[in-house]
């Protein structure tokens, strides 16, 4: 396998891991960009409204549905509708599955999140004249991210090992290895096309960490640095923070 | 309902998965569409204009794509990994995502879809004649030649259609296999294997379990007690099944048979595969007579294609179009 993944022939050759691997990239970033735009607002307004959780366990009731055979599934219903070359009649099952399987932790996790804003926070908010849209964005949104994040970070582990399947359909991404190494034995590349998924989706969960450390907000997360804290009568102070000895 | 459903679903997103379709399937298709290039300097072949489907292991395969150059010199344009003759396959030729697909002859989609199979007059897929596996001691002359008759009734075309009952009309394989032997004359009460007790195995696909089911009727009918042990699974369980004496007979397919007993054969064409499979199947088993029906790979393409470009075998492929 480690030879497999060294041979540089396998990273650009046409079809090569490059390929595949932006392949398998556009296949996750598609599905999770629409599912996002999807469960965050409905995410938001079942939160803030308190109505429709229904629909929270309806989209994780359809998480039970399998999903190759939801796959083939959605294949054969569309096959007949959609003629000629081009890969659209695969991409539609595909990224359908994929969004499907990434609405629910999105939404649960909104959902939980807004409904989790402390009241006080809330009445606050309307005390000083914040109108139900004002509350939700510059209110519940901010306080319920760390959750909200949560939610994609979970749905993006999900999405990109599952986006696996799309080879199963005759697309590329990194499945390809996976399924074509089986089939022909070739086990190296069956384990290479695995190893790569699973990096690939720890990678992606490092950059969404990175980008929920930078869009929380300190006073939600509480990562203050030392000398910022509220108290400190040193930070607090005119003195230039260089002068200060801890 | 449904209908008016799906084809919203692919008015809204068809649009929307355009700009990532493009893209994201570049990766997918690993040939190099090298046929249509300045490199051969002969003009461009009928094969460089058309997109070959198949399973994945179909394009490192010897028979395979390694294979279509090496003996017909055919080059498709590029090809799409979907699965070995399958719904995927099937789907893909009929509605024009691919031009030629690597489907069994006897696919009842075949007969279904009016799909022409190219022939091989190259023999580059081995000779799969369909043929019962069996244990010596069971080999009485009356059952061989029991199995023998209903062997040189059935060819691929016949085959083809029993496959239709049973795959596509999902009828009851023993019910086909009755209704066929009765056409064919075979179900006349004789006492040729009188006596003789046999245990009929299949593997675990639809045709070889009509297989099955044509040879235990077929034997019934001339008397012998006949109890069926079908979709078993794989050669690797059966084999041993049938040296062990727990299933006396199974049909079988010639060329990979022998390719089972002996990896490092190279026989090609029905006489030298059959040839070789007596010599190299492990006593106590034996193999029959064999009919001339075959189940092999096959480079299939609509009718349409076939006209448009007059192919009959796969070296057409090759012809500058």
Redesign the interface.
């Known amino acids: 396998m480690i030879q497999w993944l060294n041979d540089p022939g396998n990273w650009t050759?046409?079809?090569g891991i490059l390929?595949?691997l932006?392949?398998h990239l556009?296949?996750a970033l598609?599905a999770l960009v629409?599912a996002t735009a999807l469960a965050l607002p409905v995410g938001l307004l079942i939160g803030h409204a308190g109505r429709g959780r229904w629909l929270v366990t309806v989209a994780n009731a359809v998480r039970a549905l399998p999903v190759v055979g939801l796959l083939?599934l959605l294949?054969?219903?569309?096959?007949?509708?959609?003629?000629?070359?081009?890969?659209?009649?695969y991409?539609?099952p595909t990224?359908?599955v994929l969004i499907l399987l990434a609405i629910p932790p999105i939404l649960a996790s909104t959902v939980a999140g807004v409904e989790n804003v402390d009241p006080a926070v809330r009445d606050a908010a309307a005390g000083m004249g914040m109108r139900g849209g004002q509350v939700v964005r510059r209110v519940e949104l901010p306080n319920a991210l760390p959750l909200v994040f949560s939610g994609v970070r979970s749905a993006t582990l999900q999405v990109i090992a599952t986006a696996t399947v799309a080879?199963y359909?005759?697309?590329?991404?990194l499945g390809?290895f996976v399924?074509?190494g089986?089939?022909?034995?070739?086990f190296a590349e069956r384990d290479a096309g695995a190893l790569l998924v699973a990096m690939l989706a720890v990678a992606a969960d490092l950059v969404l960490a990175l980008a929920q450390r930078y869009t929380v907000s300190r006073g939600v997360s509480g990562r203050f640095s030392r000398r910022t804290l509220v108290g400190d009568p040193v930070a607090t102070a005119d003195a230039p923070p260089s002068t200060h000895t801890a | 309902m449904?209908k008016a459903l799906?084809?919203a679903?692919?008015a809204v997103?068809?649009t929307?998965?355009?700009a990532?379709?493009s893209?994201?399937?570049?990766?997918?298709?690993?040939l190099?569409a090298s046929g249509g290039s300045s490199a051969s300097g002969g003009g461009t072949t009928i094969a460089s204009k058309l997109?070959l489907?198949g399973?994945?292991?179909f394009?490192?395969?010897t028979d395979g794509i390694p294979g279509l150059e090496r003996v017909y010199g055919v080059t498709f344009g590029s090809y799409?990994?979907?699965?070995a003759g399958g719904?995927?396959t099937i789907?893909?030729l009929?509605?024009?995502?691919i031009d030629a697909g690597d489907i069994f002859t006897t696919d009842p989609s075949i007969p279904a879809n009016g799909f022409v199979v190219l022939q091989d007059p190259k023999n580059l897929y081995a000779a799969q004649n369909v043929l019962p596996l069996i244990n010596k001691a069971k080999a009485s002359p009356g059952v061989t030649s029991t199995l023998k008759a209903v062997s040189d009734k059935l060819d691929t075309n016949t085959l083809a259609q029993l496959d239709v009952h049973v795959i596509t009309d999902k009828q009851d394989p023993a019910a086909v296999a009755e209704g066929w032997l009765a056409a064919e004359g075979l179900n006349k009460t004789g006492t040729a294997a009188q006596g003789v007790s046999v245990k009929i195995g299949s593997a675990n696909f639809q045709e070889s379990v009509l297989l099955a089911e044509i040879y235990a009727k077929a034997l019934q009918a001339q008397g012998a007690s006949v109890t069926t042990r079908l979709n078993i699974g794989s050669r690797e369980t059966y084999v041993p099944g049938l040296k062990d004496g727990s299933i006396d007979l199974i049909p079988e397919y010639s060329g990979a048979l022998l390719v089972y007993f002996d990896p490092k054969a190279t026989a090609v064409s029905s006489a030298d595969v059959y040839a070789a499979l007596q010599k190299a199947v492990p006593a106590p088993l034996t193999v029959l007579g064999q009919s001339s029906a075959q189940d092999k790979d096959a480079i299939v393409v609509t009718k349409a294609t076939a006209d448009k470009y007059h192919l009959v075998t796969i070296a057409d492929l090759a012809n500058n179009g």
């Open positions: 050759a046409s079809g390929d595949q932006w392949s556009q296949y598609f629409v083939i294949y054969v219903m569309l096959a007949p509708h959609i003629h000629g070359r081009g890969d659209t009649v991409l539609l990224e359908i080879a359909l005759g697309l590329g991404g390809r399924y074509d089986q089939a022909s034995q070739n | 449904k799906t084809s679903l692919v997103c068809a929307a998965l355009a990532c379709g893209s994201g399937s570049s990766g997918s298709n690993g190099s997109v489907g399973s994945p292991e394009k490192t395969r799409k990994t979907l699965d719904p995927l789907n893909a009929k509605n024009g995502q």
